[in-house]
T-cell receptor
Framework: AQTVTQSQPEMSVQEAETVTLSCTYD???????LFWYKQPPSRQMILVIR??????QNATENRFSVNFQKAAKSFSLKISDSQLGDTAMYFC?????????????FGTGTRLKVLA | DTGVSQNPRHKITKRGQNVTFRCDPI?????LYWYRQTLGQGPEFLTY????????KSRLLSDRFSAERPKGSFSTLEIQRTEQGDSAMYLC????????????????FGEGSRLTVL
């Protein structure tokens, strides 16, 4: 069974600094997607960034980038120039794209607080 | 399209009562998912639909839980004989059909329906 592990329950970072959130996963599949979702306090979950497993190049979206290490099954999120609006829960998620499953498995989340 | 809509946003009920939640996905999405999230935890998969077909159901979903998606549009999640342990946020999400050029795996979430069982 696929699992997603986030080992950092809480983190904090000073405004304008850089922070990295960790995520590891376990799967025997070769074709899958990885995601980072953000859930601000009392607001809905939104996609931050996605990575397709067959792509070797790490995904980037403005201040957000990932370090995807397929062999190590690691998928960390780097937030550069942190802003107060980045304060939220961040969830790492895995989705297997084969066998028609397309089921998403989420980690337990990392609560990030950006300090002024 | 205004996104994924869930109703009611908050439901308070007494133990033993039945409750029903509704989810209206983004209209062109044929995949619809239900998740449960407790405080400080990640979403736990409950079930998902492709059009009107329920493709998978988690073992977390006891026989008190039932979900439907008639005509492949909106979906309902019913909990019968609620228990205090059912208190949680119930999240609905939808996605583009896999296999299409536009499919990128993104899940679009609603704001959730919070259930409090007294």
């Amino acid at each position: 069974a696929q699992t997603v592990t986030q080992s950092q329950p809480e983190m904090s970072v000073q405004e304008a600094e850089t922070v990295t959130l960790s995520c590891t996963y376990d799967t025997s599949e070769s074709n899958y997607y990885l995601f980072w979702y953000k859930q601000p306090p009392s607001r809905q979950m939104i996609l931050v960034i996605r990575q397709e497993a067959y792509k070797q190049q790490n995904a980037t979206e403005n201040r957000f980038s990932v370090n995807f290490q397929k062999a190590a099954k690691s998928f960390s999120l780097k937030i550069s120039d942190s802003q107060l609006g980045d304060t939220a829960m961040y969830f790492c998620a895995f989705m297997m794209g084969t066998s028609g499953t397309y089921k998403y498995i989420f980690g337990t989340g990392t609560r990030l607080k950006v300090l002024a | 399209d205004t996104g994924v809509s869930q109703n009611p946003r908050h439901k308070i009920t007494k133990r033993g009562q039945n409750v029903t939640f509704r989810c209206d996905p983004i209209s062109e999405h044929n995949r619809l998912y239900w998740y449960r999230q407790t405080l400080g935890q990640g979403p736990e998969f409950l079930t998902y639909f492709q059009n009107e077909a329920q493709l998978e159901k988690s073992r977390l979903l006891s026989d008190r839980f039932s979900a439907e998606r008639p005509k492949g549009s909106f979906s309902t999640l019913e909990i019968q004989r609620t228990e205090q342990g059912d208190s949680a946020m119930y999240l609905c999400a939808s996605s583009n059909p896999p296999g299409q050029v536009a499919f990128d795996g993104e899940l679009f979430f609603g704001e959730g329906s919070r259930l409090t069982v007294l």
